[in-house]
Every structure is written in C-alpha cells, then in structure tokens.
Nanobody, 122 residues
Framework: QVKLVESGGGLVQPGGSLRLSCAASGSIFNINAMGWYRQIPGKERELVAIITFSSSSPNYADSVKGRFTITRDNAKYTVYLQMNSLKPEDTAIYYC???????????????WGQGTQVTVSS
C-alpha cells in the first residue's frame, strides 16, 4: 500500500553529476526519514545518505561526504540525492528507503523502492 519510485539514474562520465529522486505514495500518516542505499553486484547493500523529515538533519557515508547532498520535500513525500564529482566506484544500483507511519494501523514500517542504475564510466 506504500510505494516508492526512484528516478534519475543513468550513465555519466567520471567527474560528472546526477540527481536522483524518490517519491513515496500511499496511506502515509508521517515520514520519519528517507534515505538512499546502493548495492554493487556481489556485495552487501550499503547506506549512502539519510535525512529526517522533521529537522532535515542529514547523515552520509564517509565515501560520499563532500560530494553528495541529500534533501527532501515534506509536502511531496520526496527525497533527492544530488551526486557531484562522481567516481567509477559509485557505480551501483541505488535504492530508496522510507521510515514511515502507516495510516491504517498507525504502525511504523520501512519501505523499499525497486532501485535505479547509476553507471560512472568513460
């Protein structure tokens, strides 16, 4: 009943930029936080960045600090990831995650998107 849809992935040259977006929809009472994870084939999914929807306090993985910026739009239930100075090591499938309160039960749940491919190559 809660759906996350990612967009903005694609192919970019090293040093280039991409902007990812993720929109949440469904029976959402409130979003506590949304974040981005990424997964390289053969490796575990890892946290990239996360942001709260109250204070807008962001947290980043050390590998992307100073290069990536996460923002959110509370009214649209949307989170963005601005990725600058991209490196080949950033190549992965990027997944959106939401920590939210589901209206029908008032329970806290976590929802995942289907992922969007980011490829950094010359």
């Amino acid at each position: 009943q809660v759906k996350l849809v990612e967009s903005g992935g694609g192919l970019v040259q090293p040093g280039g930029s991409l902007r990812l977006s993720c929109a949440a929809s469904g029976s959402i009472f409130n979003i506590n936080a949304m974040g981005w994870y990424r997964q390289i084939p053969g490796k575990e999914r890892e946290l990239v960045a996360i942001i709260t929807f109250s204070s807008s306090s962001p947290n980043y993985a050390d590998s992307v600090k100073g290069r990536f910026t996460i923002t959110r739009d509370n009214a649209k239930y949307t989170v963005y990831l601005q990725m600058n100075s991209l490196k080949p090591e950033d190549t992965a499938i990027y997944y959106c995650n939401a920590d939210l309160i589901w209206t029908p039960t008032g329970s806290r749940v976590r929802s995942w998107g289907q992922g969007t491919q980011v490829t950094v190559s010359s």
